[in-house]
């Protein structure tokens, strides 16, 4: 819970006000049973009404201000509260934007959700809890045995001998529900994946009438969160009836002894009033307790994952210069011997053919080439091949565990990140387009005026559906862009890409969904524009990639083949294969 702490420090002097305040409203609702006992016992004896009307205003004010003091505390509690999580969430939020490839893989998008959900509501209800809940709870159950003692010690002792008993259980009880509550966060976890996919997917779900399967999907990931979900709360319900029962026991022999006491003449009616008052009040703060526990349990494993993903520390340090590889050739993208995989797991000898097709396969094998500025790339493969796993490199998402990656004669370990990726316009594969309008979509929030803007739409073949609308450029596109064809999602993704006139311009199968005739023209259009413009396609299409400077041929992370159109048609028969296949398609 330490993490909590330095959320909390901020507001250290509020939350004391807030303690103090709800502090004095419990002291004032414990004097009332007293001040009542006292008016039963000692007031209206004397048969004075005027004396039994002011104690009985007293009582009144008591309850005025316990009430205005206890809601003025929780208002505060709840402003502490939700102030502390907004930070929380916005660290959170920054730090999932800041994570590497590769932590962003052991974490997993689903949990991120519902660390940035579940697990902050979680905490937010401990932190407002602690305030109120926290103060209350522990005043009434010691202040009720204490003033219980200075009115009848007989009476009082039945008190002292449960109450410790009953705390310890409640607190042995609560600390087994911390790591039952994280296993229901993971649950949640697996909850908010089910959905996701579905959700995201749905069209496809739908176009194959597998509503059904989804369904028994999900209902096995919410029954099973649901089982640890109930065996959390079976525990940690478990001291509600126990406390009940004890207490009940423990009125039922103050009841009794009391009624004897009364009819002895030891004890006064009113003390007996005023035992079952409190008795009621020690009640109130025992299960006050145990609910804190509860609340403990479940703050403390979402802390502990929102902390995880929070604190991880930066995976993707700028070196120094003097630290890092020199390039010594002279491409402005430059592969040396590189080799990756996704698992961590790189043999020692990256060219050893033996480690093909093993279980640990890398994803690149010994990727070597450079391309001059201004230089064109292609890249050609089959899914799996590893050509994303190339701009995953160039662009910094993950390290190579063997070889180098230089940008602009530098190793792209000495570039801080934004630096490094401004110099990128990117389409990726499944890229997004946000709930927001075309214009936005397209500037990114970026330095974007009027001019680059159109003639970005125009350059990417998206001018004429995004000027049809009526409100052309401030047309809002709903969520993924569900309301634009796949193809005018890549127009306005590659649109979005060449809007900045980037130094590298990085497409990533952005043509799939384009017609032969958009996609030649498209092409034509950054050929005559972006000159400039170092640039890197992947692409499955040999009509995509011919014209370009080179192309590399990727066969399960190997680079199988490199040079020009016609010299991959002579020397690769991989490639060859591919261009006859695609042309007789198109024939």
């Given at each position: 819970?330490?993490?909590?702490?330095?959320?909390?420090?901020?507001?250290?002097?509020?939350?004391?006000?807030?303690m103090?305040?709800?502090?004095?409203?419990?002291?004032?609702?414990?004097?009332?049973?007293?001040?009542?006992?006292?008016?039963?016992?000692?007031v209206?004896?004397?048969?004075?009404?005027?004396?039994?009307?002011?104690?009985?205003?007293?009582?009144?004010a008591?309850?005025?201000?316990?009430?205005?003091?206890?809601?003025?505390a929780?208002?505060?509690?709840?402003?502490?509260?939700?102030?502390?999580?907004?930070?929380?969430?916005?660290?959170?939020?920054?730090?999932?934007?800041?994570?590497?490839?590769?932590?962003?893989?052991?974490?997993?998008?689903?949990?991120?959700?519902?660390?940035?959900?579940?697990?902050?509501?979680?905490?937010?209800?401990f932190?407002?809890?602690?305030?109120?809940?926290?103060?209350?709870?522990?005043?009434?159950?010691?202040?009720?045995?204490?003033?219980?003692?200075?009115?009848?010690?007989?009476?009082?002792?039945?008190?002292?001998?449960?109450?410790?008993?009953?705390?310890?259980?409640v607190?042995?009880?609560?600390?087994?529900?911390?790591?039952?509550?994280?296993?229901?966060?993971?649950?949640?976890?697996?909850?908010?994946?089910?959905?996701?996919?579905?959700?995201?997917?749905?069209?496809?779900?739908?176009?194959l009438?597998?509503?059904?399967?989804?369904?028994?999907?999900?209902?096995?990931?919410?029954?099973?969160?649901?089982?640890?979900?109930?065996?959390a709360?079976?525990?940690?319900?478990?001291?509600?009836?126990?406390?009940?029962?004890?207490l009940?026991?423990?009125?039922?022999?103050?009841?009794w002894?009391?009624?004897?006491?009364?009819?002895?003449?030891?004890?006064?009616?009113?003390?007996?009033?005023?035992?079952?008052?409190y008795f009621?009040?020690?009640?109130?703060?025992?299960?006050?307790?145990?609910?804190?526990?509860?609340?403990?349990?479940?703050?403390?494993?979402?802390?502990?994952?929102?902390?995880?993903?929070?604190?991880?520390e930066?995976?993707?340090?700028?070196?120094?210069?003097?630290?890092?590889?020199?390039?010594?050739?002279?491409?402005?993208?430059?592969?040396?011997?590189?080799?990756?995989?996704?698992?961590?797991?790189?043999?020692?000898?990256?060219?050893?053919?033996?480690?093909?097709g093993?279980?640990?396969?890398?994803?690149?094998?010994?990727?070597?080439?450079?391309?001059?500025?201004?230089?064109?790339?292609?890249?050609?493969?089959?899914?799996?091949?590893?050509?994303?796993?190339?701009?995953?490199?160039?662009?910094r998402?993950?390290?190579?565990?063997?070889?180098?990656?230089f940008?602009?004669?530098?190793d792209?370990?000495?570039?801080?990140?934004?630096?490094?990726?401004?110099?990128?316009?990117?389409?990726?594969?499944?890229?997004?387009?946000?709930?927001?309008?075309?214009?936005?979509?397209?500037?990114f929030?970026?330095?974007?005026?009027?001019?680059?803007?159109?003639?970005?739409?125009?350059?990417?073949?998206?001018?004429?559906?995004?000027?049809?609308?009526?409100?052309q450029?401030?047309?809002?596109?709903?969520?993924?862009?569900?309301?634009?064809?796949?193809?005018?999602?890549?127009?306005?993704?590659?649109a979005?890409?060449?809007?900045?006139?980037?130094?590298?311009?990085?497409?990533?199968?952005?043509?799939?969904?384009?017609?032969?005739?958009?996609d030649?023209?498209?092409?034509?259009?950054?050929?005559?524009?972006?000159?400039?413009t170092?640039?890197?396609?992947?692409?499955?299409?040999v009509?995509?990639?011919?014209?370009?400077?080179?192309?590399?041929?990727?066969?399960?992370?190997?680079?199988?083949?490199?040079?020009?159109?016609?010299?991959?048609l002579?020397n690769?028969?991989?490639?060859?294969?591919?261009?006859?296949?695609?042309?007789?398609?198109?024939?």
């Open positions: 819970m330490r993490f909590l702490f330095r959320y909390l420090n901020p507001y250290k002097y509020r939350m004391a006000g807030v103090l305040i709800k502090l004095a409203g419990t002291t004032l609702e414990l004097m009332i049973p007293y001040v009542m006992e006292h008016l039963i016992d000692h209206v004896p004397l048969k004075d009404m005027l004396p039994v009307i002011l104690w009985g205003l007293l009582m009144i008591l309850a005025v201000a316990t009430r205005f003091l206890n809601v003025t929780n208002r505060l509690s709840v402003k502490t509260a939700k102030e502390a999580t907004f930070t929380i969430r916005r660290d959170l939020f920054h730090a999932a934007l800041h994570l590497s490839g590769a932590q962003m893989d052991e974490i997993g998008l689903p949990s991120l959700i519902s660390r940035m959900t579940s697990d902050s509501y979680n905490v937010q209800s932190i407002q809890s602690v305030q109120t809940i926290g103060i209350r709870a522990p005043i009434m159950l010691l202040g009720g045995i204490a003033i219980t003692l200075t009115m009848d010690t007989g009476l009082a002792s039945i008190l002292c001998v449960m109450a410790p008993i009953l705390v310890v259980l607190v042995m009880i609560s600390m087994r529900g911390i790591p039952l509550y994280a296993m229901v966060q993971r649950g949640m976890d697996e909850i908010v994946r089910v959905m996701r996919e579905n959700i995201t997917g749905i069209r496809v779900v739908k176009a009438s597998r509503e059904e399967h989804e369904t028994e999907r999900f209902r096995q990931a919410n029954e099973e969160t649901m089982r640890r979900d109930i065996r709360g079976m525990i940690m319900s478990l001291p509600g009836p126990i406390v009940t029962l004890f009940n026991v423990g009125l039922t022999l103050v009841v002894i009391g009624a004897r006491r009364v009819n002895d003449g030891v004890t006064e009616p009113g003390v007996i009033l005023a035992f079952l008052t009621n009040m020690i009640l109130m703060g025992v299960m006050g307790l145990n609910r804190i526990f509860m609340m403990l349990s479940k703050a403390n494993a979402s802390a502990n994952r929102i902390q995880q993903a929070v604190d991880q930066d995976a993707l340090p700028v070196l120094p210069e003097g630290e890092a590889a020199r390039c010594e050739r002279e491409g402005f993208i430059v592969f040396d011997h590189v080799s990756f995989s996704y698992d961590g797991e790189v043999q020692s000898d990256a060219r050893d053919e033996r480690f093909a093993s279980a640990r396969q890398k994803c690149l094998i010994d990727i070597d080439f450079e391309l001059p500025k201004g230089g064109s790339l292609g890249i050609i493969g089959a899914t799996g091949a590893g050509k994303t796993s190339i701009i995953n490199l160039l662009m998402f993950y390290e190579p565990q063997e070889g180098h990656v940008v602009d004669g530098r792209v370990r000495t570039y801080a990140l934004p630096e490094l990726r401004r110099r990128f316009g990117v389409v990726l594969q499944n890229d997004a387009i946000f709930a927001d309008t075309i214009r936005e979509n397209v500037a929030g970026r330095d974007v005026d009027e001019d680059m803007l159109h003639a970005a739409v125009g350059d990417a073949m998206a001018r004429d559906f995004v000027e049809g609308y009526e409100d450029y401030d047309h809002k596109a709903v969520i993924h862009g569900a309301n634009f064809s796949g193809g005018q999602k890549q127009r306005l993704l590659i979005r890409a060449l809007a900045a006139h980037p130094e590298i311009l990085v497409l990533d199968d952005s043509s799939s969904a384009l017609d032969y005739r958009t030649a023209a498209l092409r034509r259009a950054i050929g005559e524009h972006y000159s400039d170092t640039m890197i396609v992947i692409a499955q299409r009509s995509s990639l011919k014209n370009l400077d080179r192309i590399m041929v990727l066969d399960e992370g190997r680079m199988i083949g490199y040079g020009t159109h016609e010299e991959l002579k690769c028969p991989e490639y060859r294969m591919i261009h006859e296949t695609q042309m007789g398609e198109a024939d």
